[in-house]
Structures are given as structure tokens and as C-alpha cells.
């Protein structure tokens, strides 16, 4: 009787101490696969982040177009676009030229250059002056991708915007009323930007890369001394800077855009083009 206890009581050991390391086995894989399902669960990378610069660039020339049916009519003063995660800003300043028709004549007549307007007290906010202001601000998100079946990659994304528009004017036509007048209305668009297809910009675009990112080495590298100086100085031309050199001023009087009346259009530059300035200008002294 003494044996049968002995023997019951080793299998009910036995049977319990199995059933103790399957559960501790158990516990052990369940942590192990916990474990692993944190290790390996990683919040993606945002597309906006990803692809910033392309949707920065795409949206900068898609607003430039909506609002610059400028032609032939206006001058640039200002321009910038700014993206912080999904908030963009897109700021455009202009003046028509029959508003500086006075100081281009001045300049075409040789006169001198203290009959041109100063920029030192600019203000894109600016009620006193003659500056035709919008600035679209919204935030972004993706609506839809496309991918490239072969490698799997993303050729194509459709950027939402929603926000508004905003912006003053000065009523110069008829049907306007005088003074300045102020608008304010919601916006909202679809915008497809391909990676993969990057925007190319010839030697006659590169002061609209320059507004939009800063410039690198690699990118100027075919460019002479001179090559760097017409670049550099046509970042301020485009704004309607006055230049004090004969070789700059011969050089820019054969531009068609080129419509000066300011002594200096550096409070016109935005901080990108600021920056750029000043980089080519450190390419210039290390040729």
C-alpha cells in the first residue's frame, strides 16, 4: 500500500511540474512574441515628410501660376513658401509696372539713380504702399499613391490642400472701388507630385530654384566666375534692383523682365534666396 501511495504521489509530480514548465513555456514564448511584435511594429515615415521638397516645389509653381497671371504686367517684389509638416504658406507680393513706369524710365533715360524707390522700409503687410498681396495658407495631407507595380516604389501622390486665401489690393480699374481693397475666401485643390520625375531648371530658371531651395555646389559646378556673378545678381534683378556696375548694368539692360526702380532689393529677397546669395558669393571668392 506504502508502494502504490509513493508511486501516485511521484506522478502527480511528475504531472503538475510538466504542466508548471509547459505554462512557464508558455508565458515565456507569449513575452518573447510580444517582445517581438514591438520590436518589429515601427510607425512609417510620413509621406509629407518624405517627400517635402517635391511637394514644396510642386505647390510653389502651382501658386505661382494660380496667382501670377502676372504676364507682362507685374513685378515680382516678394515671394516665399514655407512647409513645417503638414502647414504650408505661400506669400506673394507684386506691384504692376505702371505703378514703377517712372523709375524704369529714369533708368532707361540715365538718370540717376536717387530718383528710385527705397526698399529699406518694406513690409509685406505694407497698407501704405502699392503692393498687390495673396498669401494662401492651409495644411496638406495625402489623398491617394500610386506605385510603380514593378518595384513596388511610389510614382505618383496626390497632395490635399485646404485652407484659405487671403490678400489686399489697390482698386486701380473702373469697376473697383478706390483704395485698397481686401478679400479673403476658402481654397481648396488636388495636387499630383511625381518623385520620380524631378523638375529640371536651365540656367534662365535657376533664380527660381534659388527662391524655392538652397542651391548646392554640385549644382553650380559648370558654372564660370562669371557664370556665378550674373546668377547671384539676377536673384536681386528679378526684384527690381538698380545696379551701380556697367558690366551688371549692360549685362541685365538686354533682359526683356528686367524693369529696375529700386536702389536696393535686398528687404525683397526672401530668406532662401538670402542664403543663396550669399553661398554663391563664397563660390565667387574660390575660383
Known amino acids: 500500500m506504502e508502494y502504490f501511495k509513493l508511486v501516485i504521489v511521484i506522478s502527480l509530480s511528475l504531472l503538475f511540474g510538466c504542466n508548471a514548465n509547459e505554462s512557464k513555456k508558455s508565458e515565456t514564448d507569449t513575452t518573447k512574441q510580444s517582445q517581438s511584435s514591438v520590436t518589429e511594429k515601427k510607425e512609417p515615415v510620413s509621406l509629407l515628410t518624405t517627400y517635402q521638397d517635391q511637394i514644396k516645389e510642386s505647390f510653389f509653381h502651382y501658386f505661382r501660376k494660380e496667382m501670377y497671371g502676372l ?3 507685374n513685378l515680382i517684389k516678394y515671394e516665399s ?3 513645417n509638416n503638414d502647414q504650408v504658406e505661400y506669400t506673394l507680393v507684386t506691384i504692376p509696372y505702371s505703378e514703377i ?3 524704369v524710365i ?11 524707390f527705397s526698399a529699406s522700409s518694406f513690409k509685406i503687410t505694407d497698407t501704405n504702399s502699392q503692393n498687390d ?3 494662401y495658407k492651409g495644411s496638406i495631407s495625402v489623398l491617394d499613391t500610386i506605385s510603380n507595380n514593378a518595384e513596388g516604389s ?3 501622390i496626390k497632395i ?3 485652407g484659405n486665401y487671403s490678400g489686399s489690393k489697390i482698386g486701380r480699374n473702373p469697376y473697383e472701388e478706390p483704395g485698397r481693397i481686401f478679400y479673403e475666401d476658402q481654397f481648396t485643390t488636388g495636387l499630383w507630385v511625381n518623385p520620380d520625375e524631378p523638375r529640371m531648371y536651365n540656367r534662365d530658371e535657376m533664380f527660381l530654384k534659388a527662391r524655392i531651395f538652397k542651391l548646392t555646389k554640385e549644382e553650380l559646378n559648370g558654372y564660370s566666375k562669371d557664370d556665378l556673378a550674373y546668377l547671384r545678381n539676377e ?5 527690381g534692383h538698380f545696379f551701380k556696375t556697367d558690366k551688371m548694368k549692360n549685362y541685365f539692360a538686354n533682359k526683356e523682365w528686367y524693369k529696375p526702380y529700386v536702389n536696393d532689393a535686398t528687404e525683397f529677397l526672401n530668406e532662401t534666396e538670402k542664403d543663396n546669395t550669399l553661398f554663391i558669393k563664397n563660390l565667387e571668392q574660390n575660383i
Open 154 to 156: 511610389i510614382s505618383s
Open 160 to 162: 490635399g490642400f485646404t
Open 101 to 103: 513706369e517712372d523709375f
Open 106 to 116: 529714369a533708368y532707361e533715360n540715365g538718370i540717376l539713380e536717387a530718383s528710385l
Open 81 to 83: 513658401i514655407e512647409i
Open 71 to 73: 504676364g507682362s504686367y
Open 235 to 239: 536673384i536681386f534683378a528679378r526684384h
Open 133 to 135: 498681396t495673396i498669401i
